[in-house]
């Protein structure tokens, strides 16, 4: 199956800190979709994306729909402990299947 | 609205058993999904339903997994048998989205943590 590379693997920040993480592909995706996961729980939709170059906010959430379309970005602002979580890409090109990175693991330490 | 619902929340089965997983979708969405996740990586996507339709189960490992949606709603997948490296979370997603339409993104339910021993 297509692979999404996801980085940093994890993360350790101070709480208010601001955070980056990146989604990278070898092929080109037309939609792209950030999830955040908690222990035990499905993935929670955040942010989706649907045209090379968008910029779509949610709270202290940012993500861009690279210009490649072989990547997208994520940014946390000012983050809080509940931030805490794994957070995934997932891309999707033709049809209606998702494909997911392999997460990208954030601790907040207060 | 109601979120996807899952059960059983954890199983721990001995290998060459069989075990099913049952989901039952947000009420309305057409397209249903079933994910493993093992873990330490992210959803691999097992099989696809568009109403009571296999749409897609090019990564289902059919010689012991099978999924149904009978009446295009609720969905079951079992295992038969088992495996120790089976041992996974098994979600179920569902989209309201129709084959052509836009995309909006998944609903997941809490998963099935599945132990085989």
């Known amino acids: 199956g297509q692979q999404l590379n996801q980085s940093p693997q994890s993360m350790f920040i101070q709480e208010g800190e601001d955070v980056s993480m990146n989604c990278t592909s070898s092929?080109?995706?037309?939609?792209w979709l950030w999830y955040k996961q908690d222990p035990g729980e499905g993935p929670v939709l955040l942010i989706a994306l649907y045209k090379a170059g968008e910029l779509t906010s949610n709270g202290r959430l940012t993500a861009q729909f690279g210009i490649t379309r072989k990547d997208s970005f994520l940014n946390i602002s000012a983050s809080i402990p509940s931030d805490v979580g794994i957070y995934f890409c997932a891309g999707r090109r033709t049809g209606n299947q998702f494909y997911f990175g392999t997460g990208t693991s954030l601790t907040v330490i207060p | 609205e109601a979120g996807v619902a899952q059960s059983p929340r954890y199983k721990i089965i001995e290998k060459r058993q069989s075990v099913a997983f049952w989901c039952n979708p947000i009420?309305?969405?057409?397209?249903l999904y079933w994910y493993q996740q093992i873990l330490g990586q992210g959803p691999k996507l097992l099989i696809q339903?568009?109403?009571?339709?296999?749409?897609?189960d090019s990564q289902l490992p059919k010689d012991r997994f099978s999924a149904e949606r009978l009446k295009g709603v609720d969905s079951t997948l079992k295992i038969q048998p088992a495996k120790l490296e089976d041992s996974a979370v098994y979600l179920c997603a569902s989209s309201l989205v129709a084959r052509g339409a836009p995309n909006y993104g998944y609903t997941f339910g809490s998963g099935t943590r599945l132990t085989v021993v």
């Open positions: 009420s309305g969405h057409a397209t």
């Open positions: 339903f568009q109403n009571n339709g296999v749409v897609d």
């Open positions: 092929s080109i995706f037309n939609t």
